[in-house]
């Protein structure tokens, strides 16, 4: 089944424990994001990568870092976390930027 | 200006409403938009996407972009309580050198049984 696994669904941590949300699609995707949605905000891309070694930050980058050593693996990393990145993570892919998106399931992240 | 302006709602009809979900937007570079739908605690999936203006159905829904007054419609006919999510907007956008998709806020609709 074509799908983009997101882990863990859920995660409560603490300001400055580091993490990392992992990302893996099964459909040999070259463009893969990160966004999160936040009431009243909607979605907010903050990284993307093109391929394999080439990422770019997206509109809310500050605070995140990812990494695209393997075509399926893209994890967003968050070194140092804070409360106001408590939100709704979602990972994405698809063979082209400006074509149809599939998302994963969702990280519920809360930063305490 | 966003590039894509959406009705915020929430919107709340009963079952076999037709229902229009709207959004605007900004810049006329290029056509092609898209609907999402996402339930509670899922990711989006594509509803729908058109090139051009004019209307594309798709069984009960219905797609329809208006290019002179830069506003794109989803219309729902005989509405079902499993309609009931939230409906993104999406358009392409060329970004440095690269494009993306940009989205609404988002309309939540409740359909009624």
């Known amino acids: 089944e074509a799908q983009v696994t997101q882990n863990p669904r859920y995660l409560i941590t603490v300001t400055g424990k580091k993490l990392t949300v992992t990302c893996s699609q099964n459909?040999?995707?070259?463009?893969m994001s990160w966004y999160r949605q936040d009431p009243g905000l909607g979605l907010r891309q903050i990284y993307y990568?093109?391929?394999?070694?080439?990422?770019d930050k997206g509109d809310v980058p500050e605070g995140y870092k990812v990494s695209r050593k393997e075509k399926r693996n893209f994890p967003l990393i968050l070194e140092s976390p804070s409360p106001n990145q408590t939100s709704l993570y979602f990972c994405?892919?698809?063979?082209?930027?400006?074509?149809?998106?599939?998302f994963g399931s969702g990280t519920q992240l809360s930063v305490l | 200006q966003k590039e894509v302006e959406q009705d915020p709602g929430p919107l709340s009809v009963p079952e076999g409403a037709i229902v229009s979900l709207n959004c605007t937007y900004s810049?006329?570079?290029?056509?092609?938009f898209m609907w999402y739908r996402q339930y509670s605690r899922k990711g989006p999936e594509l509803l729908m996407y058109?090139?051009?203006?004019g209307n594309k159905e798709d069984g009960r829904f219905t797609a329809q972009v208006d290019k002179s007054s830069k506003y794109i419609s989803l219309f729902i006919r005989d509405s079902q309580p499993s309609d009931s999510a939230t409906y993104l907007c999406?358009?392409?956008?060329?970004?440095?050198?690269?494009?993306?998709?940009?989205f609404g806020k988002g309309t939540k609709l409740t359909v009624n049984p």
């Open positions: 999406a358009r392409r956008l060329l970004q440095g050198g690269s494009e993306k998709l940009v």
């Open positions: 990568s093109m391929n394999v070694e080439v990422t």
């Open positions: 058109t090139y051009s203006s």
């Open positions: 994405a892919s698809s063979f082209d930027p400006g074509e149809k998106l599939f």
């Open positions: 459909m040999n995707h070259e463009y």
């Open positions: 810049n006329s570079a290029f056509q092609y």
